[in-house]
């Protein structure tokens, strides 16, 4: 899936006014100002189109290894795309990070020589070329600086990590080289403000800001999945869940049971059997006119549907397959019969503890 996050407008309207009221007219003084805006709006979509590339060259060689992509996503620092799990061994962590600055590179090559054919046969397409191979290589350059959440991170991380045989002292290396460059952007960034006055600075102290924020968060989520190494489903899982009928109707539950819990997640049962999971959310997406007819199995999740795991499975493999379906819980079957649920927020709450406890 290809998603656009809100800020993406913003970036492509200020890059797009950047391009046609700065840039090219500075460049190219001679053009009507008609041009300005179309080369810099097709200059614009490229650019992007550009970034799209070099997120899809990162997921196809996950998927390649095996590891699902969830989603690519567009927003105010250019692209991510959001994967299933982490790589299991170094050498594949490698790979899959330098196929985007690689591609981005390869763009920029292309780019380049395409602007030497259009120099004396087109000045349009020669500006468009000539940036695009330009801006191309250097965010190429920019993602291999050595710091998470960057590129060049995880390959700082993915070398440490091949010479180590320690993922979570390399992991620490990349996000403490992430930390101090972004505080060497952000401070960067005032000088150039305060001192010459240039707009770059203060886009420089957001950068700065991204990454530092984005570098804490990574080892933040890092270590909680490492946290749950050592644990299996058997001891995650939920037992207790709190039971309803499956023909309640969705008015006497939220009357009844919902006012009396604050547990989000209910088992349905039919007879002595489990039918499937009812959540607040899904309780929520029916019109309120409509409680009184609907019942909880009409908007349960059923057993069948949901991802299942035995209770010995491993703990992070577990987070992984709800991330990877993007579900809000698993079922734990055993001989058949599901013994319990496993949901995502307490698993991630499970591994928060156990973080404050091993401080």
């Known amino acids: 899936p290809f998603r656009l996050d809100y800020s993406w407008f913003l970036i492509f309207i200020f890059v797009t006014v950047m391009l046609s009221m700065s840039l090219f007219p500075n460049s190219y003084p001679e053009w009507n100002t008609a041009y300005y805006w179309i080369v810099g709006v097709?200059?614009?979509?490229?650019?992007?189109?550009?970034?799209?590339?070099?997120?899809?060259?990162?997921?196809?060689?996950?998927?390649?290894?095996?590891?699902?992509?969830?989603?690519?996503?567009?927003?105010?620092?250019?692209?991510v795309a959001q994967i299933g799990k982490e790589a299991s061994q170094p050498r594949v962590e490698l790979v899959i990070t330098l196929a985007g600055p690689l591609s981005s590179a390869l763009l920029g090559a292309l780019f380049y020589g395409?602007?030497?054919?259009?120099?004396?046969?087109?000045?349009?397409?020669?500006?468009?070329t000539r940036y695009l191979g330009y801006v191309n290589l250097l965010l190429a350059i920019f993602n291999m600086t050595p710091g998470f959440p960057l590129d060049g991170g995880r390959v700082l991380r993915s070398l440490v990590?091949?010479?180590?045989?320690?993922?979570?002292r390399a992991t620490r290396i990349a996000t403490t080289a992430g930390y101090w460059i972004s505080i060497s952007m952000i401070v960067a960034g005032f000088l150039i403000l305060l001192l010459w006055?240039?707009?770059?600075?203060?886009?420089?102290?957001?950068?700065?800001?991204?990454?530092?924020?984005?570098?804490?968060?990574?080892?933040?989520?890092?270590?909680?999945?490492e946290h749950l190494k050592g644990f299996t489903a058997q001891d995650v899982m939920?037992?207790?869940?709190?039971?309803?009928?499956?023909?309640?109707?969705?008015?006497?539950?939220?009357?009844?049971?919902?006012?009396?819990?604050?547990?989000?997640?209910?088992?349905?049962?039919?007879g002595d059997g489990v039918a499937g999971v009812l959540t607040l959310w899904q309780i929520k997406r029916v019109p309120q006119r409509d409680w009184g007819l609907v019942t909880a199995r009409q908007v349960m999740m059923p057993v069948e549907q949901m991802k299942r795991v035995s209770p010995g499975d491993d703990a992070l493999s577990v987070l992984e397959k709800i991330d990877e379906s993007q579900a809000d819980?698993?079922?734990?079957?055993?001989?058949?019969?599901?013994?319990?649920?496993?949901?995502?927020?307490?698993?991630?709450?499970?591994?928060?503890r156990l973080q404050v406890l091993k401080g």
Do not use: C
């Open 42 to 79: 097709d200059t614009s979509l490229l650019f992007f189109g550009s970034v799209v590339v070099h997120e899809l060259a990162h997921s196809l060689v996950s998927k390649k290894t095996g590891i699902p992509v969830k989603s690519i996503t567009l927003f105010l620092f250019g692209g």
């Open 238 to 270: 939920n037992r207790e869940l709190p039971r309803i009928p499956w023909n309640v109707n969705l008015l006497d539950l939220v009357q009844g049971t919902l006012m009396r819990s604050t547990n989000p997640f209910y088992l349905v049962t039919d």
């Open 197 to 225: 006055g240039y707009f770059d600075g203060l886009w420089l102290i957001i950068i700065g800001f991204f990454i530092n924020s984005a570098a804490r968060s990574t080892y933040q989520q890092t270590m909680l999945r």
């Open 329 to 352: 819980a698993v079922a734990v079957v055993s001989e058949g019969r599901v013994v319990g649920v496993i949901l995502r927020d307490s698993l991630i709450e499970f591994a928060r």
């Open 114 to 128: 395409l602007s030497y054919l259009f120099l004396d046969v087109n000045v349009y397409l020669f500006a468009l």
């Open 161 to 168: 990590w091949m010479a180590t045989g320690n993922f979570m």
